[in-house]
């Protein structure tokens, strides 16, 4: 089952394309390796975050290469493995995320916990908020134990991550991600515990959403993940307060669409309130 099979046979079992997010194809790109033909130049998402980068992808038909040049977000140029978590100097250029403080932070004060602790640890130009930022977690502590618990594809082995609808490329991805309202996610996990009775297990803390939680994690992990996507996704990706969000490796995906469709009968999805 190619790509584009999958997600049309996906969206086919809900019946409703005009409520229905297509699904995002991610394909990783080690360095040495060649991006995909039929992408749009890097330089035309300067300063694009991840999050940002796969929406855009599945609602607007692009194909959107993302790499240390033009990723917008710090955080997410880790967890995609795209620079070293302890570089020292911030990423220089427009970044749609670390624009936002008075100063830049680099990935080690990402990593180090100073940025989502910045009131605790006294660092308040990297607040995004002003003056009344509590910054993500209280303490410092709590920073780094959120931190430690963030999928991160380390040391950075990626030249680009790639984000895409399946009609755009025809190439297999590492990882696929879901857009989808409550109500659509029920059948989604329905489908994926057909075929096997696996009960799904989420892991994620409202941080690093779309590039951690659904990304790095399959891949790393492969196994299925989801998040509520989270402060940038939402503030500066541009994605719904409606929708939540699942990753997952592209075999995982294919059981799931199979799972889905033999189990229609069971689970009448326009029964459902």
Known sequence: MTFEEASTRYMDVFGEPE?????????LILKGQEVPE???PPEEYQGTPWCGAVRIAVTEDEVVVINKNNVGCT??????????????????????????????????DFTNGLVYACKDTNNMQFALFGKKDTGRYETLGASLKAVSGMAGIQPAIMAAAV?????????????????????QALVVIQGYSFLTGNRFEMSTIGIRAVCADMTAFPFLKQKLNGSFFCLGARAL???GG???????????FRMMVTGMEKSAGGFPYKAYP
């Open 237 to 239: 990706g541009g994605w």
């Open 75 to 108: 955080a997410a140029a880790i967890a995609l493995g795209l620079v070293d978590q302890y570089q020292t100097e911030p990423l220089k250029g427009k970044r749609k995320y670390t624009s936002l403080m008075d100063k830049p932070a680099s990935p080690a």
């Open 19 to 27: 409520t229905m997010i297509r699904p995002a194809g991610v394909k």
């Open 242 to 252: 409606n929708l939540l969000g699942l990753g997952m490796p592209f075999s995982t």
């Open 163 to 183: 984000a895409y609808p399946a009609e755009k490329l025809n190439i297999a991805p590492d990882v696929v991600i879901l857009a989808v309202k409550p109500k």
């Open 38 to 40: 039929g992408t749009c």
